[in-house]
């Protein structure tokens, strides 16, 4: 009996998204229980947990990004947004180990900062930066976000940890398609931002992202320019 020929990576892809849905409500249950629970080193543990799901919510993410973007079946979705509502958002989903962590955030945001932009893309992007900047920031994150001068926007994350090291410096100015995305989770993740950010084209300009070190709180700078 011949066994009928099916697509391995179409099946990966309907299983990556499965599992996101699931996890989404997994971090849902885990918000939900952390409220309830009184006792610290329990909130702590809870907040451990709750990070650790969101870093493999944003992995599952990328993956079916990419696969839909690889075969020519990614929808970008554009519209006009408030910048300062995205990032309250963001700020909101990662707000339980920014807690447990005693993380402070500032901003400096320009209230009048829109964007043509697909949301939940820019959201994805940016939630996986925040999530890297909890994890390696002291205890501060800064926020900004510009108009630039052509009427794009600019969204800074700052961070007073040790910086970038070199070899992300330089992968970040590398040609997407030079990218290695199987060295570590961190190519992966530039390769993302990089696609996501040039896939938005606007007056013929294309987004970026850029990484430098030394910034407002003298740590790490992860940049996203959109047109």
Not at 18 to 44: G, H, P, R, Y
Not at 110 to 134: H, K, P, Q, V
Not at 207 to 223: A, M, P, Q
Request: proline share 2%.
């Amino acid at each position: 009996m011949t066994q009928p020929a099916f697509d391995f990576s179409t099946v990966l892809a309907s299983s990556v998204h499965d599992m996101k849905n699931s996890l989404c409500l997994l971090i849902q249950m885990i918000e939900e229980v952390s409220e309830q629970v009184a006792d610290s080193s329990a909130t702590e543990k809870m907040a451990k947990v709750h990070y650790e799901a969101q870093r493999i919510n944003s992995s599952l993410m990328q993956m079916l990004t990419l696969y839909r973007n690889d075969n020519n079946a990614l929808p970008l979705n554009s519209d006009q947004h408030h910048v300062d509502e995205l990032v309250e958002e963001l700020l909101l989903n990662n707000e339980l180990y920014l807690e447990q962590r005693n993380i402070t955030v500032s901003t400096d945001i320009d209230e009048t900062a829109t964007g043509w932009f697909d949301r939940d893309l820019i959201f994805n992007l940016l939630n996986d930066i925040i999530i890297n900047a909890m994890r390696y920031t002291a205890d501060k994150l800064f926020i900004k976000v510009e108009i630039t001068e052509d009427g794009g926007c600019r969204i800074m994350v700052h961070d007073n940890g040790d910086g970038f090291p070199a070899s992300m410096l330089e992968n970040a100015t590398m040609p997407i398609q030079q990218l290695n995305i199987q060295q570590s989770r961190t190519g992966l993740g530039l390769y993302f931002a990089q696609m996501i950010a040039s896939a938005h084209e606007r007056n013929n300009k294309k987004g970026f992202i850029e990484l430098k070190n030394n910034g407002h709180l003298g740590g790490g700078v992860f940049s996203l320019t959109l047109p």
